[in-house]
């Protein structure tokens, strides 16, 4: 088991939670045009809420998850899973995002694979999986599937809209385009433009599985065998991006893996050589590899700059306050890339405070360093709260 | 914010809140808690930003609703444009800083107008200290020893004005504060040098 797990574990025991969560899940038949102009006939939304929603609707706390993330967010789905959802030490009773006060809510994002409509989902039209013929979808769109569903649900104002590395994207999108909606925008860990240098590993990655025989150009869903090898080895690779130098020598330094000394062969030798296998071999167990294909160019095509000729422009109209958070060692989005989100925010006189987090954990940092992001998030509530009242 | 210090900073606000107009968009550059940048939202509907390094400082700053960057003002202020502030501030901070000269340039770049406010070390307390006991001066407004003071740049008031003069900065104000309130306040204007305890300046350039 590796240090993350037990983290996970540490807790389930130690922290507050939600108990027992069921995912939701909503149709769309309405048919909804996406930016690339294509259009999706029928979608299923799967979402979780947690905490109640008050009459007038306006405590909403809506979380954006991140690449391989899903609904579950927090609390548990049967009293025997060994991990609660993706976000738990941040969202509970108590805890940054207190479920005793706001209604919280985590769907999953389009082109996923885990309860909304993506490319391992069955096309209407042919009754078979989409595969390659799902449209390429972007940010945006997973944001206006998202906006499809608070309408759904009646919400019409967002206190918060929060979420870190992709899921920051999907921040940043929504006080854009839904700038009524939102008052409070927390962006973790993310850009308003993907580098060169997260293009390139996205790359990589999908490169990794295309170049697995049994990918077969996206048709694998009838066929015993998967694209797992490319899938794995995307995942090793996503990996060692979200870690850090620090951590890495930190939780493996040179150690080897059952062994007390080099054995002079391939196998598996070093601790780290088998993390990054453990995490590639569950990583297959519960992901899609088109899912993987889709989401990794919704990401490299996001850049906001361009799409509205500056991020100045971009920001023009927000009406959100805004607190970005960003880590110390996470090099995959820099801080300098918050900054330049806070830069622009602040060019536009908007309401944007700014803290980086000091970390050992790179871009993880935001799935674990829920207690000094409690504290900024806690009083960054607070002034907003005063005002509610 | 030590409890001896309250008094200053409470002083010192009062003459940075007269000085500011109306609606102004005003930085402040080592914003502490936020009070300052607070009571000028408040009282004065000012578009207020606060740049502070400590995340006690950044989290109170939040707590009232300010909108804070967390950062090291050595580091200059490059994300900032030209005059793109009304008045920038410098609270009690100048003498703290690594570079403070980069920063007072960085200051007089970003602000239309520029308020600096530090403890006077010419004050005539200060100098008989150092004659009379051959000892690092300490006082109400610097209580630290010379191991554990945060105030690593300290100036006179007459450093302040030749320094102001030799860049071409212009001092619109030069404000001269003693705390003892039996001190005779003609004196304290006169001599200011000599009497002031601390000094609030308003400048341009």
Redesign the interface.
Known sequence: MSDYESNEIKIKDNKKSIGIVKTEYIEVTEPITLVSGKTLEKIRIAYEMYGKLNEEKTNVILICHALSGDAHAAGYHTPNDKKPGWWDGMIGPDKSFDTNKYCVICSNFLGSCNGTTGPSSINPKTNKPYGLTFPIITIKDMVNVQKILLDKLGIKKIFCVTGGSIGGMQVLEWAISYPDMVKLAIPIATTSSLSAQGIAFNEVGRQAIMMDPNWNNGNYYDSDKKPDKGLSLARMIGHITYLSDDIMDIKFARRLQNRSQLGFDFLTEFQVESYLHHQGSTFIKRFDANSYLYITKAMDYFDLAAEYGSLENAFANVQA?F?VISFSTDWLFPSSES?EI??AL??C?K??????IQSLYGHDAFLLEFEKMK??IK??F???E??EK | MKKNENEIFRLDYDVILNLVEFNS?VLDLGCGDGELLYRLKKEKNC?V?GVEIS?TG??????????????DINEGLK???DK?FDYVILSYTLQELLKPELVLNETLRVGKKVIVSFPNFGNWKIRLYLLLKGRMPKSKILPFEWYNTPNIHLITIKDFRIYCMEKNIKVLKEIPINLDKRFNQFLVNRFRNLFAQFVIYLIYK
């Open positions: 306050a607190l900054k806070v830069r602040r060019y006189n309401e944007v405070s700014y803290s980086e504290i900024l009083s960054f607070k002034a907003y005063n005002e | 968009k578009l930003r995340t950044v989290v109170e700053s939040l707590e009232k609703g300010l909108s804070v960057y967390q950062g994300d900032y444009p793109s």
